[in-house]
């Protein structure tokens, strides 16, 4: 019996992932370890294999086949589901040209490069003509996306890494978020006034040692080191393959509490990763959803468990051992106001759970602003600074602390800003859900046991891959669409009891 | 004006070598940092970047393209050699079926897994059910080229490493060579055992310590890490891409003497990649030559530079200081004693100057007749036995110290090995012709300037790519052809003298 075309299709992503998972790992290497006189030829070489996979997506015979396969009345749920994504994937690859394509893959390289030492130098002049070539790339894919899609130039940003997101539903949420955030503030900063100071533990915390106790934690969360590495980069991140997950993070040997909390929170990633239908391996379908839920699982593990003071009376003892620590600093008292306080900060990746969404909704103002030609890339550092005045009521001093503290703008990730947000409001709503369904989970979590969360979670959202739109899978989830009064229950629970 | 059919055949094997490029990093990851749980995803990986060459190279859009640029009459002598290269690999590539080539590559994938298991267990019959697929892979591969080239299976499969080179030219020097070095091996002991005893520097000595040491005499002998990186691998190999060359070592804390000149080794072969003609950057005559004047460069810096005693002058203060020696263990006689010490060993890379073409010349008839299936893989273990009885008068005591030590077998790489002493030879006659034509580069070793040295590398070896056969390069570069009584002399006077 010959091939059907839903399964020649099959075989066909199939490759394509291939090509895709060997990207990843390039671009792991890119970010990690590389030395910087390779980055010239590796733009070359990430934008070959981008230019292949493009040419493989966008065949002639991909539209037939996917016109074919839409006839078949044998597919199954996922495979109905996968032969969606895969016309998805069609629709938005055949209005892009391949030369624009390779042309904004180099152009991203390249400024990526620059911008490395742009921000060591705070020196925006620097990468702006890198980046005014980047964004005018961006905005003549998004124009040929958004004329194809009825979007708008921003949704046709947006939907790639929130598939069936939307601006015009986002404004509303983030309007009122935006809003009751300086208040909230307000508020949580006069609460923890009133407790007892936060003492800082004192290090040096070496850079080894904090590495071994990340991946202490990491362990206990079920990361299998057989399936994964944990390595540094400029700015940490979750990459690689579902077989092969990388995840990476940045050590300050004064102060050891970030980088371990930015290892359990990319551990929220790679759990997901991890969790994957293995079924549905290198099939659209067997993929994570978009970066909401993606941000939700590792939020969900940062912000919902690992910042608890559930999780500190497991973690306290072994993060003394680990440094030998002793005193009122290392109590699990002191250590959750630590792991729970809030300040007015520039850095976002720094940012507390409480002022993290105003960093969101600034970039993701500008974002909009800029994509549509609102306002001159020139003046993005004094919008930038204007809106920090708004919305946290404090001025960076340099561009360092500014708009070129993230990576995203500089490496062509325009339209996802927002996920992060959007991602908080998921974990707090998934969380609620699991630990409603199981005791054992709130249980588990001062025991240091995690495996009830993580067969939750595995059962209900990592092994669903791309079955349904995250919408769906987070209704079916929890019972209901996204709320984000639980988000803001959640707050006022932890930041003003 | 149109591109001519040349300039397209060039364009397209700049894709193929961007396509190669991400392999090569992508086999530096698996051999280095790679999680061992996704070997057999990668392997897949790397199948796909194969396969997808291999379509490109063997198109017949690449056949009609080489037919015609055969009568473009204006090209220069680089394009001409370029042409010459490029219907040479289209000629191997079209008599090789796609899925020949897709099952070579996952099974020497997985056996190369598995037989990091063997070595490590001892355990030949462990690797030998894989062992026999790939050898039965390989020798369907030679069968389809020898068949079109006219040659032998061997010769089919050492073509490929070293083009031109033909077992029938290799046997009577290698018999020589053989007879020869078991009396000149006694002859060396005795007048090693009249000189005063090698005295061991006592370690421990850290990881990271020699380490540093490694990266200076890299630095010292011209390496830009700018454009490579030093990591520890298993076997060490040096890999990447010429602009981003990484070489591997693996170290011993109570002995830093081998991993420091694995080191220098693989900076010999790292220095041929960063000197290849910037012109002709991924073009097939821009590429190194085969591995004969590949091994030669890393043994030239190896075995005639760095064994030497000028270097040793150089170098002793500088490993004093690293590792706060002190004593007669750590003086330059004593030294030099050591890094020309002479003993019948079982491990090839571990084995001297005077040894290793032993190693290689029983590896070289090995091979030969598993090919030719003469011999049965079962037999292998007790005919390497045997063999190193007859050249060495040892017997190993079990597999890992006698035919499991070597990646080469299990990764596929078959007709390999006589490279290695053809290169040994090649080192012996390329440096001598250096320091004839230059005074200055011997004057520079004791000095640690190797500017002169590696000025005249680049200029006569490295900048000529493959312009031309690497017999043809020797002869113009030496003013004659290979001639082993160079080799011998050197052997003689380094250690009878």
């Given at each position: 019996m010959s091939q059907s075309a839903y399964t020649k299709l099959e075989d066909r992503f199939h490759r394509l992932a291939l090509l895709h998972e060997a990207g990843h790992i390039l671009d792991w290497d890119s970010a990690t370890i590389m030395p910087n006189g390779a980055a010239a030829a590796r733009g070359e070489q990430v934008a070959e294999l981008k230019a292949l996979s493009h040419g493989i997506l966008a065949a002639t015979e991909t539209g037939d086949l996917i016109e074919a396969a839409t006839e078949q009345v044998d597919l199954n749920p996922w495979q109905r589901s996968n032969l969606d994504l895969i016309r998805r994937q069609w629709t938005r690859a055949t209005v892009l040209p391949e030369d624009l394509v390779v042309a904004l893959s180099k152009a991203c390289s390249e400024s990526e490069t620059v911008w490395r030492e742009a921000r060591a130098e705070a020196d925006f002049e620097k990468i702006r003509p890198y980046t005014e070539t980047v964004l005018s790339l961006v905005r003549e894919s998004a124009t040929a996306v958004a004329e194809k899609l009825d979007l708008s130039l921003y949704d046709a940003l947006l939907d790639q890494f929130e598939p069936g997101a939307r601006s015009a539903e986002i404004d509303p949420v983030f309007d009122d978020l935006g809003k009751w955030l300086p208040g909230f503030l307000n508020e949580v900063l006069a609460a923890q006034e009133r407790r007892p100071a936060i003492e800082m533990p004192q290090g040096p915390f070496p850079v080894a040692t904090q590495r071994e106790l990340g991946v202490k934690f990491m362990a206990a969360l079920g990361f299998d080191f057989d399936y994964g590495r944990l390595d540094i980069s400029l700015h940490p991140f979750c990459g690689g393959t579902p077989d092969d997950v990388r995840i990476t993070t940045r050590y300050d040997e004064a102060d050891f509490t970030s980088a371990l909390m930015g290892v359990l929170h990319e551990t929220g990633h790679a759990m997901y990763e991890r969790g994957l239908p293995q079924d549905y391996r290198r099939k659209p379908v067997g993929l994570a959803l978009g970066m909401s839920m993606h941000e939700g699982q590792s939020l969900l593990v940062e912000?919902?468990?690992?910042?608890?003071r559930g999780f500190l009376e497991y973690a306290a003892p072994l993060v003394r051992q680990a440094f030998n620590g002793s005193g009122p600093a290392w109590e699990v008292d002191n250590l959750h106001r630590l792991y729970s306080k809030v300040e007015r900060g520039f850095i976002r990746v720094d940012a507390d759970e409480v002022t993290y969404p105003a960093h969101v909704i600034l970039r993701y103002e500008l974002e909009k602003a800029l994509i549509h030609d609102e306002m001159r890339l020139a003046d993005l550092p004094e919008a930038w600074n204007q809106r920090m005045g708004d919305l946290l009521g404090i001025t960076p001093a340099n561009d360092r602390e500014g708009c070129l503290q993230d990576i995203h703008w500089y490496d062509g990730a325009w339209g996802y800003f927002p996920t992060y947000t959007l991602g908080a409001m998921t974990a707090a709503q998934v969380f609620r859900a699991a630990t409603d369904a199981d005791p054992a989970i709130s249980a588990g979590i001062p025991q240091g046991d995690f495996k009830p969360l993580m067969g939750w979670l595995r059962e209900n959202i990592h092994a669903k891959g791309s079955l349904m739109p995250a919408s769906q899978l987070l209704t079916e989830a929890?019972?209901?669409?996204?709320?984000p009064e639980i988000f803001k229950d959640h707050l006022r629970q932890r930041y003003l009891n």
């Open positions: 912000m919902q468990v690992c910042r608890s929890t019972g209901h669409a996204l709320d």
